[in-house]
Nanobody, 114 residues
Framework: VQLQASGGGLVHTGGSLRLSCLAS????????MAWYRQAPGKQREFVAR???????DYSNSVKGRFTISRDNTNNILYLQMNSLKPEDTAVYYC?????????WGQGTQVTVSS
């Protein structure tokens, strides 16, 4: 397993979660990384990305609520999710940019109850 996402769970509206992605890949610190999500019955969508240099970008739906970060010493990508809404319910995945088919993994389920 190259990328293992964890930290999901069930929270109420307005709650917070922090997702982690442990990356067992070479040269992690030089990789551009991203979080994606897929809600039931919908296509996978971009959530946030972080370049190797530290630049960050977010989808409009999560901007101001989610924060992406990384620990290059321990090869971990994070996603801090605050003010969660029911529409954030999805399976969350991490991947490189550009994404690799063999890196999608199982993801981690986030469920936000209203």
């Amino acid at each position: 397993v190259q990328l293992q996402a964890s930290g999901g769970g069930l929270v109420h509206t307005g709650g917070s979660l922090r997702l982690s992605c442990l990356a067992s890949i070479d040269r992690f610190r030089f990789k551009h990384m991203a979080w994606y999500r897929q809600a039931p019955g919908k296509q996978r969508e971009f959530v946030a990305r972080m370049t190797a240099a530290g630049g960050k970008d977010y989808s409009n739906s999560v901007k101001g609520r989610f924060t992406i970060s990384r620990d290059n010493t321990n090869n971990i990508l994070y996603l801090q999710m605050n003010s969660l809404k029911p529409e954030d319910t999805a399976v969350y995945y991490c991947n490189e940019i550009p994404s690799r088919v063999d890196y999608w993994g199982q993801g981690t389920q986030v469920t936000v109850s209203s």
